[in-house]
């Protein structure tokens, strides 16, 4: 399978706004600064030692915000998520980290010359396009059945049981989300979300 073949050429625009820069999340960089210790998803990077390894970490991770001018959502007039999208594009960026993992690995790096097929069928799953599994469209209108309408704002509760259903018709990731509730982790519910799929877990405080 092709990378053309996989996003399509009227794709390739869309990706580049799913890979966050270094210094877009870390600003300049300061010569005089003294070394300090920064943590990244269970890590250690010791700066400026660790740099090029930290950047490449920052650059490897799915970055998703708010954007604008992608096709109205159902019925409504939303074209944009500015302002009320922001719990969404959470959501999406953990269940990204998580796809990524169960794809590839926790220590893939993303590359600008990057071709993996399963990389880029990840990347596919979040376009804000209706028939992309994880788009923005999808998020909204599986949450108005949780009575948030369209442009409105999720809370973590919300965003979670909707990622919840929709890994339900994600058939190539074959993930389960299993959201604890209170941080209460019941091992019997994750043994039942996890027979049959790669397990994902969201905890959440009441």
């Known amino acids: 399978m092709d990378f053309e073949h996989v996003l ?7 990706l580049a706004d799913l890979t ?6 870390f600003g300049p960089e300061d010569p005089q600064q003294a070394p300090k210790s920064s943590w ?9 030692k660790d740099k090029e390894e930290l950047r490449m970490r920052v650059m490897s991770r799915l970055w998703f915000s708010y954007r604008k001018n992608f096709r109205a ?11 009320w999208g922001c719990t969404m594009r959470c959501g999406q960026m953990l269940l990204g980290e998580a796809l990524l993992r169960r794809h590839l690995s926790k220590d893939w790096q993303w590359s600008s010359d990057c ?3 399963s990389y880029h069928m990840i990347l596919r799953t979040f376009l804000d396009k209706p028939d992309s599994v994880y788009s923005i ?3 909204a209108q599986y949450g108005v059945d949780l009575g948030r309408k369209v442009g409105e704002w999720f809370g973590p509760n919300n965003i979670c049981q909707v ?25 019997e519910e994750i043994s039942k979300s996890s027979f049959l799929s790669f397990c994902c877990l969201f905890a959440f405080l009441k």
């Open 8 to 14: 399509g050429l009227s794709d390739l625009g869309e």
């Open 137 to 139: 469209q999808q998020i």
């Open 115 to 117: 071709r993996d097929d």
């Open 73 to 83: 959502i159902g019925g409504s007039n939303f074209t944009s998520d500015t302002g």
């Open 163 to 187: 990622l919840k259903k929709l890994t339900a018709f994600d058939q190539w990731s074959n993930v389960a989300v299993h959201v604890a509730m209170d941080l209460l982790v019941i091992e």
């Open 40 to 48: 990244m998803l269970g890590r250690e990077y010791v700066y400026p």
């Open 20 to 25: 966050p820069s270094y210094d877009a999340v």
